[in-house]
């Protein structure tokens, strides 16, 4: 079974960075497209940042120039690393891993944006 845990949330003031990583556990036929979600309080969840098998990446406009997206030598890991925060960016952070089996979640880490 796949399990995918986050880390690296907590709080930061604005104009801070922050790096999240995702830790996904199984064993794979090959790489899986990753992404990264968000839901902020009392909003719906929204889309941050994806790479793809081939390593493409794409971001959200509101995150665009500002996080990064990567993978570790370990395909099953993913990171964003987030800069210049801004408190707007305040939310649950959850990763996702695509797979031909369906759609798996971690269960989120909370990033905190304020002085």
């Known amino acids: 079974q796949v399990q995918l845990v986050e880390y690296g949330g907590g709080l930061v003031q604005p104009g801070g960075s922050l790096r999240l990583s995702c830790a996904a556990s199984?064993?794979?036929?090959?790489?899986?497209?990753m992404a990264w979600y968000r839901q902020a309080p009392g909003k719906g969840q929204e889309w941050v940042a994806t790479i793809t098998s081939g390593g493409s990446k794409n971001y959200a406009e509101y995150v665009q120039g500002r996080f990064t997206i990567s993978r570790a030598n370990r395909e099953n890991t993913v990171y964003l690393q987030m800069n210049s925060l801004k408190p707007e960016d305040t939310a649950v952070y959850y990763c996702?891993?695509?797979?031909?089996?369906?759609?798996?979640w971690g269960r989120g880490t909370q990033v905190t944006v304020s002085s």
């Open positions: 996702q891993m695509q797979t031909s089996m369906g759609v798996y």
């Open positions: 199984g064993r794979f036929f090959s790489v899986n497209p």
